[in-house]
C-alpha cells in the first residue's frame, strides 16, 4: 500500500526557516508530478509549490523568492525549503504525487496524499 510520510512542520517564528520533507512508500513504479499544498483554518486546500519529474518547479506567486521544491527520484522524496516565513503561511501543509503503483494488486496511476504536517509561524 502506497504511503506517503511528511515530516519538517513545526513552530517558527516570522523570518525563520523551515524544510519539509515527503518520502513515498510502496510498489511504486512511477512518479509524475509532486507537489506541496497548504491549508489554513477555514479556507480551502490550495497548491504551494509543484515540480514534475524532471525537475522543473512551478510556484503559487505566494511562494515566489522565497520556497524552493525539489525532489530525489532514487528516494521517491519530495522537499520544500521555506525561508521568510510570515505568519499567514501558518498552515497544515500536505505532499501529494501523481504515481504508478500496485495496490491491492492492481496497477493503478492517480493522487496520493500525505497526512499532513503542521506549519505555524509565530509573529
Known amino acids: 500500500q502506497v504511503q506517503l510520510v511528511e515530516s519538517g512542520g513545526g513552530l517558527v517564528q516570522a523570518g525563520g526557516s523551515l524544510r519539509l520533507s515527503c518520502a513515498a512508500s510502496?510498489?511504486?513504479?512511477?512518479?509524475?508530478?509532486m507537489g506541496w499544498y497548504r491549508q489554513a483554518p477555514g479556507k480551502g486546500r490550495e497548491l504551494v509549490a509543484a515540480i514534475t519529474s524532471g525537475s522543473r518547479p512551478n510556484y503559487a506567486d505566494s511562494a515566489k523568492g522565497r520556497f524552493t521544491i525539489s525532489r530525489d527520484n532514487a528516494r521517491n522524496a519530495v522537499y520544500l525549503q521555506m525561508n521568510s516565513l510570515k505568519p499567514e503561511d501558518t498552515a497544515v501543509y500536505y505532499c501529494n504525487a501523481d504515481l504508478t503503483c500496485l495496490e491491492r494488486g492492481r496497477r493503478i496511476t492517480g493522487d496520493f496524499w500525505g497526512q499532513g504536517t503542521q506549519v505555524t509561524v509565530s509573529s
Open positions: 510502496g510498489t511504486i513504479f512511477s512518479i509524475n508530478a
